[in-house]
């Protein structure tokens, strides 16, 4: 047994502020909250910092850290697009050790920014998914993996990861679609794909099924949730919200592809963004921090102003519920995976809100320990 003993904690969903409360573990749970140190058990004392919910990243491709900034300045279609874009002809021809080493390192780099889940979203199949967790067996970080259904039936892939991630509708007829639907809502799994990414794949769906990407999902039985929609109508929107299918948005990597970006104002209108990515490593460091500094000034340029408590509602409880998953608050009964904040950093001094000096001025500086299950797997 193990007490964080922190200046300030992030309780409950609605992130109550407790002055130096002892956060009693137990076997990696919330076992207690406390004004009293145990009698029994080593504390363990962080002055000048605050607990925070550990970090949920919502979309990621972690199999291409190993080729960081190889696609700087090119178009989305050159970079990514399968089977022939720059990143799918590297994974071909690059050692499967050297994808392996790039994918650690880019697990390290999330439990150095708090994050202590991501969902990726893998490509190459049941060989793909093999991959990952084999380099997850390597480090301790929680891990949504979304295989890809090529020369692999659905059914199999299944067995293997926690759903399907399609990199687009327009590869799939209807017929297929409704079949990947149905085995993963039979199983219990998720079905997501990339959505509305670029104008080029909407205006493909069109011209392929005289509709875009967005309503062809909304006609198929099942869909966990859609990740980009960087361009999407005010209707479409509406009709997802009534489906309660929610978007996990990728800001910083629709900007550095040069696609546009998502209209942020109008999704959280109607409250359908379910989380927050940062998609290719090769192309975005996976900094949640980094994410909600993009977000709140894109926000602003579509005249909206975001509550700072919503972005991190979005990078913890919220964005672990869209994934089905528990996680993301702290409190009695819930995985004791939560971060050190260090708030005697230069750049959040003098800022008096905690909310505000985390979400609008947090660096991977900040970060003291990185907690799962009452376990530290980062610390400066």
């Not at 363990?44 to 700087?72: M, S, W």
């Not at 592809?257 to 409250?271: D, H, Q, R, T």
């Not at 579509?302 to 528990?326: C, H, S, Y």
Request: include cysteine; aromatic fraction near 8%; hydrophobic fraction near 40%.
């Amino acid at each position: 047994m193990i007490a964080i003993h922190p200046d300030y904690a992030l309780i409950g969903k609605n992130f109550r502020i407790l002055r130096r409360p002892y956060i009693v573990v137990e076997k990696g749970i919330v076992k207690k909250i406390t004004d009293e140190p145990p009698k029994s058990g080593q504390i363990l004392t962080f002055q000048d910092c605050v607990l925070v919910p550990g970090f949920v990243n919502c979309h990621t491709h972690i199999g291409d850290a190993f080729a960081k900034e190889k696609a700087y300045g090119l178009s989305l279609e050159r970079a990514v697009v399968p089977p022939n874009g720059l990143k799918h002809r590297l994974l071909r021809s690059t050692p499967r050790d050297k994808i392996i080493s790039g994918m650690i390192s880019a697990c390290k780099e999330m439990l150095a920014n708090g994050i202590v889940c991501f969902c990726d979203f893998r490509e190459g199949g049941l060989e793909g998914i093999k991959i990952i967790k084999d380099a997850l067996a390597h480090i301790k970080i929680r891990a949504v993996i979304l295989g890809r259904p090529n020369s692999d039936p659905p059914e199999k892939i299944l067995k293997y990861a926690n759903g399907i991630g399609l990199s687009s509708l327009n590869k799939y007829s209807t017929e297929e679609l409704i079949e990947i639907s149905k085995i993963c809502m039979q199983n219990k799994k998720i079905f997501a794909f990339h959505g509305s990414e670029t104008i080029r794949q909407r205006e493909k769906s069109f011209n392929l099924y005289s509709k875009s990407d967005i309503m062809r999902a909304l006609e198929l039985p099942y869909v966990s949730f859609i990740v980009h929609a960087t361009h999407i109508s005010e209707n479409e929107i509406i009709e997802l919200k009534k489906r309660r299918i929610k978007v996990i948005i990728c800001p910083r990597a629709n900007a550095y592809f040069g696609v546009g970006v998502p209209n942020i104002s109008l999704m959280m209108k109607y409250n359908i963004i379910g989380g927050i990515g940062t998609d290719n490593v090769f192309a975005n460091s996976p900094s949640l921090f980094k994410e909600f500094d993009f977000i709140v000034r894109l926000a602003r340029i579509q005249n909206t102003v975001i509550d700072p408590r919503e972005l991190l509602a979005l990078a913890t409880w919220k964005g672990f519920e869209t994934l089905n998953l528990v996680g993301g608050v702290i409190d009695i009964g819930f995985h004791a995976d939560f971060f050190l904040f260090d708030l005697s950093k230069p750049n959040v001094t003098h800022v008096e809100n905690i909310i505000k000096a985390i979400v609008l001025r947090g660096e991977s500086n900040n970060i003291v320990a990185t907690f799962i299950q009452g376990e530290i797997v980062y610390e400066t």
